[in-house]
Each structure stands twice: as structure tokens, then as C-alpha cells.
């Protein structure tokens, strides 16, 4: 709803009240066209003053009311009223003005912003466009190409940077309110007919052509088959060359398009489930809500390869004092300028200074003894992860935390180690650790709440999506990774390339198909998880392509042993033009090696088709997703979909792979595992599991109702 009263004698003031975030729901709707009114008609109002309750103007229109069908007032008449109201009217901009929230506030007739407010359209993350006259009105006011960049990106602004671009009229570090109003008197008497942005004409620009498809070109290459930042573009080429009237007719044909394309619904869940995930519970009962985190102020990162200096930066970035570790000199050394210069240009970036003197370095564990949590970031490797573990426990003071970053071992052998079992837990980043949002929180069968509440806090803290889940092989994330990675080896071995299977899944939105993505990661990583787990010999008197009673494809372990360990070598499932390249070529060589494969193993290679590598890969991974859910591993399906949009490049307008498995049918997914698996009974992976034929049994209902039939969870190890 909102909120009326008249300050100051002459100024009605509008007070949208939606908390948390004053999104623009019905009822505020209906607020706005009744508050306006009364200011509109009582004759001592003389100006409007517009804000939003407890600081935050307003985060848009209320996303929940998008699955329902609209009630109160549309908002693109709203704001039209709003605008063409005979009284000027001024919003006042604190904490956030996005999407429809911006859109409100160039319906008014001036903007007055907190330096640190946080203006934007980020419809485009939701799979929508600016739809209540945001892409026609902002052309207008801020010229076409900062417009694009807004409207295509979704990145927020903040209240100074605004200012330069003249999206707002002034900036105050006082209260907004205040001066918005002080403003609004001292405009009381200055008719509001020129300060219409509707009515502005587009500013011209030399080569609106050129502009454009530059901008298309774009869109199109980071938007992997996303729909919505093309029609973003589409819709502010309509402002520069429309009149407001029919560009506003093309904005809204745009927009039916996208509400109705099944993408805007998958980023909509995703934009939920990326907070659902925050609401953590464990087998234990304990939940996020009634365990309180412990205090970090002081962390230790032991190990400076890559995922350590990330990890350090981002520590540092969140305001923690760390202690960087790690024993080899020459590393240690390249760690410590590595590490400065990755600060520096964070903190160019944001404006700040680099806190460089929050990060200490160290070639031995000893500072261990006066730190509150520790992430050991050392080689993936069972032996040395658990030595470090025993030296901590001998170490650290009574309470420290004990983390570690492995990206699948067994948390409970690493707590083993320790005294205190319960202060150790799982933190898996992602690479690089500074800049991707994804943090997997993985708690053994004797994690402490407080531990998982402080790694999750830790996660946030960090500007991180944290999610919790239970211990097993390659937890969430890499344990879903194994059954594709398989499908797609045995693709190969039946006859594709895999110059194919990576057209397929990048056609589908990820960033890099399966085999660009290992050749990035380094081949021998996985090869050295295979020997580990006795899976590089055949036993004897069977075939190469069987392990453990099931089919096994030696493929990845034969380029190993060539020295072929992806881009670092030069050489992988493609071919580079040095080691360290990043351009996939195809490589003759390879197709010559996989139809001498074929032909030692007796396989005929056949015609694999786009819809068969889809099936294989996706389904068999989605499959491993439901048995997750059904060990109880992840909490839901919104914990898996974060984690494959946030960590696997997943494509956000297919939702994640839980959400995606309801696209496609629950019914088609779990017809086409049988079939395949009937056609390959000794790969296990394409066994449907018992959840997924529940679903089915049970109507497939939709994925937010998936929680009602799975038991509660049980550690399963
Ligand atoms: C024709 C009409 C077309 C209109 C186009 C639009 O306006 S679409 C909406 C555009 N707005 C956005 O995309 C903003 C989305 N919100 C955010 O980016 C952030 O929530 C925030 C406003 C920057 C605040 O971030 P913060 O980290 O402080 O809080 P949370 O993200 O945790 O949010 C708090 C709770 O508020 C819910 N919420 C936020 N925005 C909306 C919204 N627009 N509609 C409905 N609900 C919203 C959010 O889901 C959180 O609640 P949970 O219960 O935890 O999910």
C-alpha cells in the first residue's frame, strides 16, 4: 500500500510501504493511484514527493504476482498518470530504485538520489524487459548508448554515477526525504509540461545503425540462446526510431513475447531459489534461522595454487584478516604478488583503496594457532589434506573453524583427524574463488550447526551464493558432473566428435560444451581421481571398457598417458597453438585415434543425432539430481539449480536441471532414461531412480511442490 500526508504546507508526500523491499504489488499499485489522487485534488498540495518506507524507494514490480493473473492497476497507466500529473512531482531515490521502481521515478518529473542509492532496470536477469516505459523513457533521458548498457546488462548504478549520466537531477548525502522535499517546494510553482520524459525527443546519434548492430552482436554472444537481452535491444532501437507511442506498442508486444516464452518463468525461479537456498536446514533439525555463526575476523588460507590466492582475496574483500600459507618458497613468493595485484585492480574497480595490509603471509602453519577458521586449500589429495588436518588440531586454538576446499573427498575422514570433529566442514569454491558466486558448504556426519552457519555467513559475507549440502562423492555439483562427463565419453566412443557433443550443449547455453570445459580444467585432473579410485586397469580376462561390472570409458585415461592433458599441454580433445592457448581447434589427430579406438574394440561408429547427445548428457545428469534429492544430499531442487546456473554455467533461462526436468515433462525424462537404458543396461547412471518415478506416479507435480515426496534427510555416509 502507500502511505499519504502533507509536510511542509504545500508538499503531498507518497510513502510506498511493501516491506522488505516496497515492491510494486497490487495494493501499492492501488496506493499510488489513490495517494496521488488526494495530492492531486487537495488545493494546498502545490508539489508530490514520492519515496519509499525504511529507505529503499522501491525493488520493481512484485515478481510473485508474475505467475497469477494481474489484479489492481496496470503500471504502465500508473506511471503515465504519474507523469502527466499537473503538479510537479519528484521521487525521492534511497537504497534501490529497480526495474519498475526506476520506471516510476522517470515517470516523475525530477530524481533526487542518495549518493550510495542503487538505481537500475535489471529486468533482463528475469528474462523480461523494462516493460512499464523504462526502455522508451530512458533513450530519452540518458541518450541511447548508456541506455543499452543499462537495459541490456542489468547492472545497478549508483546514485553519483546516475548523476553523470543525467538519469537523476541531484545527489544528496543528507537525508533524501528532505532535500526531495526542500526540492520539491522550491519547484512548486514551475509548471511540470517540460519535464515529461515521454515527450523528449531520442538524442541522436551518427550511426544508429552501426550502434545497434554492435549491440546485437553483443547481446547475442553472451546471451546463449537468452532471449530476453536481444528484445532489450529491439525494444531501445524502437525508442531511437519510433515515436514514444508506437515504441511503447513495440515495448509491449516485446514484452508479451517474453512473459509467455517459458524463459522469464526459469529465471524468475532462479532469482528465488538463489535465496530459498540462504533458508539451509540439515538431517539434524538444526536450520539457518536458530543457529547463530560464529565471529571470523581472523582466517588462515593454507595453500596458494590458484584456489588459495582466490579464497585469500576474497577474504580480504569481505573485510577478514588472513594469514596466506603456504611452504613452498618460490610459490609463496609468486603467491604474494599475485595476490597484491588481484587486490589492486579489485579495488580499482569498486573505487576503494586496495586493503592490502589486511593479508599477511607465511611458510608455516604456526599463525594457525591464533585464527578463527582456516581453509585448507592444499593438492587434491586424501594423505596430505589429512596431515594438515592433524597439524591444525594440534594447533589451533579451542573453537577454530577447520574448512577445507576440496571439491569432492570425504569431509568425515578429514573431521576424523581432529579433536573437534564438529568445527570441521567442507568449503568448495569455485574457480577463480574471487570472482565466482557459487560456494558449496558441505557438512559431515558430525558438522557442528555453528560450523555451517558460519561457513554460510562466511559464504554471504563474501558476496557469495552459499549453499548447504550433505557429504558424499563430489558432493552436489561434481557428483551430477560424473554421469555427463560419462555420456559424453561414450558418445564419442559410438561415433560422434567432439566437436559435435560441444555444439550440442553450447547451442543448449552452456558456456563451453564438455570437452572444451575439461580441456580448460586439465585432463589429468580427473585421470589422477580415476587411478586413485583403481579405475585406470581393466581386471584381468575383461574387456578395456568395463570396471566394477559396469561399462567404463578408457578414453580420457589414453590421452593421459599421451601427455594430452587439454590447453596447458597444447594437446587435449582438441588442439591449441601452444600450451597455454585458448583457441580449440579441431585436431585430425584425434579423429584418427578415435576410429582406431573403435575399431580395436569391434565398435561401429553411427550417425549420433543433436537430440540424442541433448538426452544423453542432460538426462543422465538430471537423473544423478534426483538421486541427490532422494539421498537427502541437497535439501531441494533450488539447491541443486543454484548450484549448476551459479558454478557449472548452467543457462538461467532453462532454470537449472531440476527446473529443466519439469520443462522438458518429469513423464518425457523418465521415458527416454528407460529407453536409453534399455539400449545400454550396463551403464547405471541411465537407470531412472525411484524419486523421479515417483513424480511421475504422483502427476509430476511442479518442482516447488517436489519437497512433499522426499523422506527426511539422512547423512549417507
Ligand atoms: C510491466 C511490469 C514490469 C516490471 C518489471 C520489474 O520491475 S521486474 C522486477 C525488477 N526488480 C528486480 O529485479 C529487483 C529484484 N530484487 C533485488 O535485486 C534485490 O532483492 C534487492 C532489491 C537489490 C535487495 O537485495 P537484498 O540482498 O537486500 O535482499 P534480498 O534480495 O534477499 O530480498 C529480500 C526479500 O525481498 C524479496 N524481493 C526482492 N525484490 C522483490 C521483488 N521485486 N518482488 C518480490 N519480492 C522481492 C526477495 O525475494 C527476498 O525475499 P525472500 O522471501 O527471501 O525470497
Not at 72 to 78: K, V
Not at 640 to 651: C, F, K, R
Request: hydrophobic share 40%; proline share 6%; charged share 20%.
Amino acid at each position: 500500500m502507500a502511505q499519504y500526508s502533507r509536510v511542509s504546507g504545500t508538499v503531498g508526500l507518497i510513502t510506498l510501504l511493501n516491506p522488505p523491499v516496497n515492491a510494486l504489488s497490487a495494493a501499492v499499485r492501488q496506493g499510488i493511484v489513490d495517494t496521488m489522487d488526494k495530492a492531486l485534488s487537495d488545493r494546498k498540495v502545490k508539489s508530490v514527493v514520492i519515496c519509499g518506507h525504511n529507505g529503499k524507494f522501491c525493488g520493481g514490480a512484485d515478481i510473485r504476482e508474475f505467475s497469477s493473473p494481474l489484479t489492481g492497476p496496470p503500471l504502465i497507466p500508473l506511471i503515465q498518470g504519474v507523469e502527466s500529473a499537473a503538479k510537479p512531482v519528484v521521487a525521492a531515490i534511497e537504497g534501490v530504485a529497480l526495474g519498475g521502481g526506476l520506471e516510476l521515478a522517470l515517470g516523475c518529473h525530477y530524481r533526487i538520489a542518495h549518493s550510495k542509492a542503487r538505481l537500475g532496470l535489471p529486468e533482463v536477469h528475469l528474462g523480461l524487459l523494462p516493460g512499464a516505459g523504462g526502455s522508451q523513457r530512458l533513450p530519452r533521458l540518458i541518450g541511447v548508448p548508456a541506455a543499452l548498457d543499462l537495459i541490456t546488462t542489468g547492472r545497478h548504478v549508483t546514485g553519483a554515477e546516475a548523476l553523470q549520466l543525467g538519469l537523476v537531477d541531484k545527489v544528496t548525502d543528507r537525508n533524501t526525504v528532505d532535500e526531495a522535499v526542500k526540492f520539491a517546494l522550491s519547484v512548486a510553482d514551475q509548471p511540470p509540461n517540460s519535464r515529461r520524459v515521454s515527450t523528449f525527443p531520442c538524442p541522436r546519434h551518427p550511426d544508429l545503425d552501426a550502434l545497434f548492430e554492435g549491440a546485437m552482436q553483443r547481446v547475442r554472444q553472451r546471451a546463449r540462446g537468452a532471449l530476453a537481452p536481444v528484445a532489450c535491444v529491439q525494444a531501445v532501437r524502437a525508442a531511437a526510431t519510433l515515436p514514444y507511442a508506437q515504441g511503447m506498442e513495440r515495448e509491449r508486444e516485446l514484452m508479451a513475447t517474453l512473459f509467455t516464452s517459458g524463459q522469464a518463468r526459469a529465471q524468475q525461479y532462479h532469482f528465488f531459489a538463489q535465496r530459498a537456498v540462504g533458508r539451509w536446514s540439515m538431517p539434524s533439525g538444526a536450520r539457518w534461522d536458530t543457529t547463530k555463526p560464529g565471529a571470523v575476523h581472523k582466517a588462515m588460507v593454507i595453500g596458494l595454487g590458484t584456489m588459495g590466492r582466490g579464497i585469500s582475496v576474497a577474504l580480504v574483500q569481505a573485510g577478514v584478516s588472513v594469514v596466506a600459507m603456504e611452504t613452498n618458497e618460490k610459490q609463496l613468493m609468486e603467491a604474494k604478488q599475485a595476490i597484491s595485484s588481484m587486490l589492486e585492480r579489485g579495488a580499482k574497480r569498486r573505487g576503494v583503496a586496495p586493503a592490502l595490509d589486511k593479508i599477511g603471509y607465511s611458510s608455516n602453519m604456526e599463525p594457525a594457532a591464533d585464527v578463527d577458521l582456516v581453509i585448507e586449500a592444499v593438492f587434491e589429495d586424501m594423505a596430505l589434506k589429512k596431515k594438515v588436518f592433524q597439524q591444525l588440531s594440534a594447533l589451533c586454538k579451542p573453537g577454530t573453524f577447520l574448512c577445507s576446499n576440496t571439491s569432492g573427498l570425504d569431509i568425515d575422514q578429514l573431521a576424523s583427524e581432529t579433536r573437534h570433529p564438529e568445527l570441521v566442514v567442507g568449503m568448495h569454491f569455485f574457480a577463480p574463488a574471487h570472482v565466482m558466486k557459487l560456494l558449496e558448504v558441505v557438512y559431515g556426519s558430525r558438522s557442528s550447526p555453528q560450523a555451517v552457519a558460519t561457513a554460510m555467513e562466511l559464504g554471504k559475507q563474501m558476496g557469495k551464493v552459499s549453499v548447504a549440502v550433505g557429504n558424499c562423492r563430489g558432493f552436489v555439483g561434481n557428483r551430477m558432473l560424473k554421469p555427463y562427463l560419462e555420456q559424453a565419453f561414450f558418445l564419442l566412443e559410438e561415433g560422434t566428435t567432439p566437436e559435435f557433443v560441444d555444439q550440442v550443449l553450447e547451442e543448449f547455453g552452456f558456456a563451453m560444451g564438455v570437452f572444451r570445459m575439461s580441456d580448460l580444467s586439465g585432463l589429468d585432473v580427473g585421470w589422477r581421481v580415476r587411478k586413485a579410485d583403481g579405475l585406470l586397469n581393466a581386471s584381468e580376462g575383461h574387456s578395456a571398457r568395463i570396471r566394477q561390472g559396469c561399462r567404463y570409458s578408457p578414453l580420457g585415461d589414453l590421452l593421459c598417458e599421451q601427455g594430452r592433458f587439454g590447453q596447458k599441454t597444447g594437446r587435449g580433445w582438441y588442439q591449441y597453438d601452444k600450451p597455454g592457448g585458448r583457441v580449440a581447434k579441431p585436431d585430425p589427430w584425434l579423429h584418427g585415434f578415435l576410429e582406431k579406438f573403435r575399431t580395436q574394440h569391434g565398435l561401429v561408429a553411427r550417425r549420433i543425432d543433436h537430440q540424442e547427445v541433448l538426452e544423453r548428457c542432460l538426462y543422465a545428469l538430471m537423473n544423478e539430481g534426483f538421486r541427490i534429492l532422494e539421498d537427502g544430499i541437497a535439501a531441494g531442487p533450488e539447491d541443486i539449480d543454484v548450484i549448476y546456473v551459479l558454478g557449472y554455467s548452467w543457462p538461467p533461462h532453462r532454470g537449472g536441471p531440476m527446473f529443466y526436468a519439469g520443462m522438458v515433462g518429469l513423464q518425457k525424462v523418465l521415458e527416454r532414461l528407460e529407453h536409453y537404458h534399455q539400449e545400454h543396461p550396463d551403464i547405471p547412471s541411465l537407470k531412472p531412480c525411484n524419486l523421479l518415478r515417483n513424480l511421475v506416479v504422483n502427476g509430476s507435480p511442479p518442482v516447488h511442490k517436489w519437497r512433499e515426496f522426499l523422506k527426511k534427510p539422512q547423512s549417507q555416509l
